[in-house]
């Protein structure tokens, strides 16, 4: 159970880039889309119900869905730092979100590296519960 919070842990940002990046990439083909139709007769081809347009309208829509999909995901995880302490999700953070070395953030967060150890312990005791 322990690799597989972590695993999702580790996936969080890397979600939020890719989050970050199909919104552009959506944004582009729909500003491509508009850009592309000059005169009357290719806005008549490029509406919605044409096929011509169909692999950029599906596109959207999954970019969409994955879109969707990620912030879900990421959204549980927000759910579940909400079940720990202050101190343990600050830690949970630090060394599996921002991913930074145990030492590192028992200096950010003045704490021994034990301590931070235990609060990433505990972390993973109540999660297992949930």
Known sequence: MSE??????????LREIEIDDMKLKVEELKIGEQLGTMNYEEKVQSSMKCKNNDYVMNEIET???????????????????KRL?????EVIQKVFI???SITRASQELFKS??????????????????
């Open 4 to 13: 597989r919070v972590k695993k999702e842990l580790a996936l969080y940002r």
């Open 113 to 130: 590296r034990k301590s931070i150890k235990n609060s990433i312990d505990r972390a993973f005791q109540k999660l297992k519960l949930a």
């Open 98 to 100: 921002e991913k930074k």
């Open 63 to 81: 970019l969409e869905k994955k879109i969707r999909f990620n912030e879900i995901a990421n959204k549980r995880i927000d759910n579940a730092l």
């Open 85 to 89: 302490d202050i101190d343990e999700t």
